[in-house]
């Protein structure tokens, strides 16, 4: 397994979540990575992304709410989400800039009810 997301659950609206993406991939460091999500029905889509040099971006939906950043000594890729919304429910997963087909992983779930 070269992407492992982990730290979702259940929470109310309103509450908060930090994802962690653990990378076993060489020269983590150097590469641009992104976190992406996927509700039921819907097809996958970008979150934030965060470059090598510390460059973020946020899709609009989550802009103001979300903080992508990064641990390059331990290769570890967070998303802290706050103020979280019920149409934040997704199964959220990490991948490089551009995405890799075999480092999309199982994801983790994270739900909001309202």
């Known amino acids: 397994v070269q992407l492992q997301a982990s730290g979702g659950g259940l929470v109310h609206t309103g509450g908060s979540l930090r994802l962690s993406c653990l990378a076993s991939i060489d020269r983590f460091r150097f590469k641009h990575m992104a976190w992406y999500r996927q509700a039921p029905g819907k097809q996958r889509e970008f979150v934030a992304r965060m470059t090598a040099a510390g460059g973020k971006d946020y899709s609009n939906s989550v802009k103001g709410r979300f903080t992508i950043s990064r641990d390059n000594t331990n290769n570890i890729l967070y998303l802290q989400m706050n103020s979280l919304k019920p149409e934040d429910t997704a199964v959220y997963y990490c991948?490089?800039?551009?995405?890799?087909?075999?480092?999309w992983g199982q994801g983790t779930q994270v739900t909001v009810s309202s």
């Open positions: 991948n490089e800039i551009p995405s890799r087909v075999d480092y």
